[in-house]
């Protein structure tokens, strides 16, 4: 497998630093993201990265505390930054139309989480089972700097939705577009019309904003 899982947690303070430690949390990111947790166990992590079983739970106190470490630094240091980082500079780019902003950012955060899209399955696929993982997101959705960026786009309007209404909205298809192309049915919906998916929904999301209730 191509993907370096491990090179997105080398700025982490708890960044394992023994080779043991590397493999181990190699091997867990690589199972859950393909397998997903429930069906991966702590013997199976173990034999994958050459360590006794043991030794993992020295560590970590089960395989759910494994997962839960993971995924704390996945939504923390790469999840989150992805879906908030560059938004100053977004905002100060000049843009002809509102649609063209909406374009932009929402291509740029696209690419930027199909990049990670190994690490980003685990936290999605998980989130819905896990209240743990789904209390790590809302507190990471309550410090982002959404209402920055619908405040352009709402920029000298008289809006029929406020800035939360809009900040939800955008959240959901950002995320919503990502998960259902690139996670959970990639089969339907095809590489090659993701560029036309995407400013199909962008439109879609400017037209609704301009309808008046």
């Known amino acids: 497998m191509n993907f370096n899982y491990l090179a997105y947690f080398m700025e982490e303070e708890e960044y394992p630093t023994t080779d043991k430690q590397k493999a181990i949390v190699t091997a867990a990111l690589e199972l859950f993201s ?13 034999l994958k990265a050459g360590v006794a079983e ?14 839960l470490w993971i995924c704390k630094r996945i939504i ?5 930054p992805i879906l908030s980082g560059g938004v100053p500079e977004l905002i100060t780019e000049p843009y002809g139309t509102r649609e063209e902003f909406l374009a932009a950012f929402f291509k740029n955060r696209m690419e930027q989480m199909q990049e990670v899209r190994p690490l980003l399955k685990i936290v999605l696929q998980e989130a819905p089972f896990q209240p743990e993982i789904r209390s790590m997101l809302i507190e990471h959705i309550q410090k982002m700097p959404l209402s920055r960026v619908t405040e352009k786009i709402l920029a000298g309007e ?3 939705f406020s800035n939360a209404d809009v900040s939800q909205i955008l959240l959901t298809c950002i995320m919503g577009f990502f998960f259902m192309h690139d996670i959970l049915l990639p089969e339907f919906f095809p590489e090659d019309r993701k560029e036309e998916d995407m400013a199909a929904l962008i ?4 037209r609704g904003l301009n309808e008046v209730p």
């Open 158 to 160: 008289k809006p029929e």
């Open 34 to 46: 393909e397998k997903g947790y429930a069906t991966t166990s702590t013997k199976e992590i173990a």
């Open 76 to 80: 923390g240091t790469i999840l989150f």
């Open 203 to 206: 439109q879609f999301i400017n």
């Open 54 to 67: 043991e030794t993992i739970l020295n560590q970590y106190s089960s395989n759910k505390d494994l997962l």
